[in-house]
């Protein structure tokens, strides 16, 4: 069964940096497609960024230039580097993984069509 396990969340002040890892585990070859998502207290998820097996990027426009998603297929991990941090970045991020074969489209559609997820991990910005 595939899991998904992220780390790396707290709380930092507003232009700092935070590093996000995903361990995953689980199957027999590399998602095609890892993301990370986030969903702010009283708002909806929203993909933040997304990264195909082929490494092929995606970002929400408000991350671009400040985030930078990464894999590493043979520690079957995806980091997600956040900086220049702002208090709008304060929320629950997920990670999660799909075998299909889309990947960059799934960003815009608020995780549907990820088939996997980790239990989330709590980032905190203070301005």
């Known amino acids: 069964q595939v899991h998904l396990e992220e780390s790396g969340g707290g709380s930092e002040q507003s232009g700092g940096s935070l590093t996000l890892s995903c361990a995953t585990s689980?199957?027999?070859?590399?998602?095609?497609?890892l993301g990370w998502f986030r969903q702010a207290p009283g708002k909806e998820r929203e993909g933040v960024a997304i990264?195909?097996?082929?490494?092929?990027?995606d970002y929400l426009n408000s991350v671009k230039g400040r985030f930078t998603i990464s894999r590493d297929n043979n520690k079957k991990t995806v980091s997600l580097q956040m900086n220049m941090l702002k208090p709008e970045d304060t929320a629950m991020y997920y990670c999660a993984a799909t075998m299909t074969n889309t990947c960059l489209s799934l960003l815009w559609k608020a995780g549907a069509g990820m088939d996997y997820w980790g239990k989330g991990t709590l980032v905190t910005i203070s301005s």
């Open positions: 990264i195909s097996r082929l490494a092929t990027t």
């Open positions: 689980g199957y027999d070859s590399n998602p095609y497609c």
